[in-house]
């Protein structure tokens, strides 16, 4: 109001003023642009446009990742770090198994359950028996359940191709860590879950698995695409991973993502690391590229369907 009341008493006078002083700046800036001045703008704005330009390329490598659960660095124990999320509708295309079927669902590390010396042992016996075949891609399974082992572009059975060999290569030892370890993660998920651990059984696959960066040559070594468990391979009900090597020090690329709709949240790998969760759409997720080093794990699977329960393996 007071602004108004001091217009009003400027009179016509005050206007063609106004008037005047405008066009004098509009006749200011005009010139301007042509000399140093102008130079000047210029400069401001290709200096604005490649901070956006940097800005986006910056927002887009780093878009992929939102948030870290579990960093190589930290030691989750000894309890593990339990994120809950809603269990999805797919368990209700199968059959239910109570004490066993996800009632809660979610995601969990730890690094509490395995030492770093059983994941040393664990890293040894990969390397011996991968060391006998191998993918000629970048990523190569050990399946000691089944036998199966990458070879070129396909899978030879080390029991029947290696025949009584392979006694040389994996001792009683080695099985026994094996199934105590498979156990007490066995144990973990059970207990995280709220499930009676005795209606959980192993399932197939469960593999070792090394990865590096060396480009795929057929479909097996395309570990990288978003999938979900429950889909991929059915008889899954709870995945869990075992890490054998370090993030960052051992390789890089190769961090487990959990891909959210509001966001991405990673797994660092470490040595003795324990990740697990329930296998249905809950928990889409995928595995980075390695783009340096070699990437140790094993994949431990649960169902609760006994009609795909697989035993533990033993020596032949
Ligand atoms: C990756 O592993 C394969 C064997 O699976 C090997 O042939 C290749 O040389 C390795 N690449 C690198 C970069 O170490
Ligand atoms: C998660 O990462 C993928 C690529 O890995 C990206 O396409 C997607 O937009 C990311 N999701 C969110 C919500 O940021």
Redesign the pocket.
């Given at each position: 109001m007071a602004l108004l009341r001091l217009r009003n008493t400027k009179g016509p006078n005050a206007a063609e003023i106004e008037r005047k002083i405008k066009r004098g700046n509009a006749l200011r800036q005009g010139s301007s642009w042509r000399g140093s001045r102008g130079l000047l703008a210029l400069l401001l704005v290709a200096l604005c446009a490649s901070m956006v330009a940097a800005w986006l390329y910056l927002a887009s490598l780093d878009?992929?990742i939102?948030e870290t659960l579990a960093s190589r660095r930290e030691m989750i124990s000894p309890q593990p770090r339990v994120y809950s999320v809603q269990c999805s509708e797919d368990y209700e295309n199968y059959k239910r198994y109570p004490g066993c079927t996800p009632q809660k669902c979610g995601r969990a590390v730890t690094d509490g359950v395995v030492t770093s010396e059983e994941a040393q042992a664990l890293r040894r016996l990969a390397e011996r028996g991968l060391a006998l075949a191998g993918s000629e891609g970048g990523a190569s399974i050990l399946d000691l359940h089944s036998g199966a082992l990458s070879m070129g572009k396909q899978f030879v059975n080390i029991y029947r191709y290696f025949g009584e060999q392979i006694a040389d290569v994996f001792t009683e030892e080695d099985f026994k860590l094996y199934r105590d370890v498979r156990g007490r993660i066995q144990a973990v998920i059970a207990e995280t879950f709220g499930l009676d651990r005795t209606l959980m059984y192993l399932t197939k696959p469960t593999f070792f698995s090394r990865i590096n960066s060396t480009a795929a040559k057929t479909q097996h070594d395309e570990y990288w695409h978003p999938h979900i468990d429950k889909e991929t391979y059915g008889s899954f009900d709870y995945t869990s991973l075992l890490y054998l090597s370090d993030y960052g020090s051992d390789f890089t690329g190769g961090r487990f993502?959990f891909?959210?709709?509001?966001?991405?949240r990673t797994v660092e790998p470490r040595a003795g690391r324990v990740s697990f969760f329930s296998s249905g759409s809950e928990n889409l997720h995928?595995v980075e590229k390695v783009t340096w080093g070699t990437r140790y794990a094993i994949t431990v699977s649960f169902t609760c369907d006994p009609s795909h329960a697989i035993s533990d393996p033993s020596l032949p």
């Open positions: 878009g992929d939102t993502v891909m959210d709709q509001n966001g991405n995928r």
